[in-house]
């Protein structure tokens, strides 16, 4: 038998809590709504989304794929928004591709399309993974997270009272050499181009330190760094920023893997840093993820598949639930998000 065909079946016989609903309502603060990760839904009727939200009881779905040009973000903000401004918030983003044209023109450039979106409806800012990665400026010279030419960029957000949803780097074996000893070796195979081995690319150490530095640059600013920070698999370093840096938060979109397999520090990390966590699930509006998602939080169930997919794409474990008490659920849900997205409502 080749091992990639493989499929134990655990003997285990532990208990099963089905959970459709949430315990608490839920604002889903790191989302996508169109495609590849959000499902298309900017092609598909509102009112099934809607019907969907609300069975499990999603209030309100903060939708990142508002994209850098006015174009996009109009353009959901026209379809979702719009028609139902209560379920509905829509982050801007900052097109790079301009760096080169502009030169030091760039950030005070990029500085007032921020003020342009957020004129036309934009509640927030997501920065993609290409930040660190692959964005470069008029010298063709790789841009660094912390580089300070984006003063302008940061400080506009802060001023706007918009915060910045911040991806950088990826998990950390992509950044390793894809051999017997990479814990996602299956997944890089699947997907080739999601591997950054440096060189060329910068180590997964250097954008780290970038976004530390970053963050503690900007105390103005809100930086909510996605993918519980950027550092899933490594709890201490995220507890580290956030005790440094009361403007950082976390969204915990797409990391149930890499949490539910550490449930002793994770559930001490909820409880922890309770004030400073936001729910997100990254993976478009799906029934079955939310309440994967739900089950993971509220219950101690041991040993479950953190995908709906058979075997889990991100790598073969199982995870732990954190049956989490329901303060921390209540503040994981929706008031973290309730003070750090929606605070932008209240004007000024
Ligand atoms: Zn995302």
């Known amino acids: 038998m080749q091992l990639d065909n493989y499929r134990p079946h655990s003997a285990l016989v532990t208990k099963i809590t089905e959970i459709d609903r949430p ?61 139902a401004p209560e379920r509905f918030k829509v982050f801007g983003g900052v097109d790079w591709s301009q760096w080169p044209a502009l030169g030091d023109k760039f950030p ?31 010298q063709d010279t790789l841009v660094q997270v912390d580089d300070p030419r984006l ?61 530390a530095n970053l963050v503690a640059t900007h105390p103005r600013t809100t930086f909510i760094g996605a993918h519980v ?12 920023l956030l005790d440094r840096c009361p403007n950082f938060y976390i969204d915990i979109g797409a990391r149930i893997a890499e949490l539910g397999r550490q449930p002793y520090a994770a559930r001490k990390f909820f409880i922890h840093y309770a004030d400073r966590i936001l729910f997100g699930t990254d993976m478009g509006p799906d029934l079955d993820v939310y309440r994967l998602y739900f089950r993971f939080l509220e219950t101690g169930d041991e040993y479950f598949n953190y995908d709906p997919l058979d075997p889990p794409p991100q790598g073969r474990w199982q995870i732990y639930g954190l049956s989490l008490p329901d303060e921390v659920l209540e503040k994981v849900y929706f008031r973290n998000a309730e003070r750090v997205i929606c605070k932008s409502d209240q004007g000024g």
């Open 151 to 211: 003063e302008p960029l940061w400080e506009s957000a802060a001023e706007l009272k918009l915060p910045v949803l911040i991806h950088v780097a990826d998990p950390v074996a992509f950044f390793w050499p894809l051999d017997d000893q990479n814990e996602r070796w299956e997944e890089l195979v699947a997907h080739p181009d999601w591997q950054f081995p440096s060189p060329p690319f910068p180590p997964f150490h250097s954008i780290m330190n970038g976004l």
């Open 108 to 138: 005070d450039w990029a500085a007032q399309r921020l003020r342009l979106q957020k004129e036309r409806g934009a509640e927030g800012l997501k920065v993609w993974k290409g930040f660190g990665l692959s964005v470069r400026d008029q």
């Open 23 to 83: 315990r608490f309502p839920v604002i889903d603060a790191h989302n996508h709504l169109a495609e590849p990760f959000g499902g298309g839904w900017d092609k598909k009727p509102l009112p099934e989304l809607l019907e969907r939200l609300d069975q499990v009881n999603i209030r309100l779905y903060v939708d990142l794929d508002g994209g850098w040009g006015e174009h996009i973000l109009n353009a959901h903000l026209d379809y979702f928004k719009a028609p």
């Open 229 to 240: 920070g950027c550092y899933s698999e490594n709890l201490g370093w995220v507890g580290e």
